[in-house]
T-cell receptor, first 114, second 113 residues
């Protein structure tokens, strides 16, 4: 069965620094999707970035990039030039075996200080 | 632009009471989902529906039921609430398949006493 592991309960970074949030996954499927969502303290879930298992290039969206290492089954989120507004909970997710829903990790809380 | 609307946003409920959380989307997505979010556990799938008229069980379906009479609405019912169902509930929608992001409602915070 699919599983997402986020080993960092909390991360601390200073403004303008880059930060990497770790995500490893377990699947026997060849075709799957990997996602990152942001949840600020207000509670809404915000989609950040997507990587397909067959995509050869790492996905990028502005300051967000996904460091996809298929052989290692990792999909780390890299945030460049952190901002105070990046302080939030971040969830890694992947499509389930049937491709019908997303399975989420337990999340990493990122705190950005000035 | 509404997207996904959940109601109520917050509710305190006595144990044993019946409760329905409402979810409506205006994006004409085929698939809809209910997740619960608990501290330290992330989001866990309760039930899902790939298309109107069909539903399926997720990781934690016990104590919950859903229906999907049409494309837009996907209510979640707790037939007899228990304190362990205290949680934040998120409804989401998307296109089926592994390339689609999910769009989330703002959540419903439920407290069962």
């Amino acid at each position: 069965a699919q599983k997402i592991t986020q080993t960092q309960p909390g991360m601390f970074v200073q403004e303008k620094e880059a930060v990497t949030l770790d995500c490893t996954y377990d699947t026997s499927d060849q075709s799957y999707g990997l996602f990152w969502y942001k949840q600020p303290s207000s509670g809404e879930m915000i989609f950040l970035i997507y990587q397909g298992s067959y995509d050869e290039q790492n996905a990028t969206e502005g300051r967000y990039s996904l460091n996809f290492q298929k052989a290692r089954k990792s999909a780390n989120l890299v945030i460049s030039a952190s901002q105070l507004g990046d302080s939030a909970m971040y969830f890694c997710a992947m499509t389930d075996q049937a491709g019908t829903a997303l399975i989420f990790g337990k999340g990493t809380t990122l705190s950005v200080s000035s | 632009i509404a997207g996904i609307t959940q109601a109520p946003t917050s509710q305190i409920l006595a144990a044993g009471r019946r409760m329905t959380l409402r979810c409506t989307q205006d994006m004409r997505h085929n698939a809809m989902y209910w997740y619960r979010q608990d501290l330290g556990l992330g989001l866990r799938l309760i039930h899902y529906s790939n298309t109107a008229g069909t539903t399926g069980k997720g990781e934690v379906p016990d104590g919950y039921s859903v229906s999907r009479a049409n494309t837009d609405d996907f209510p979640l019912t707790l037939a007899s609430a228990v304190p362990s169902q205290t949680s934040v509930y998120f409804c989401a929608s998307g296109e089926s398949g592994d390339t689609g992001e999910l769009f989330f409602g703002e959540g419903s915070r439920l407290t069962v006493l």
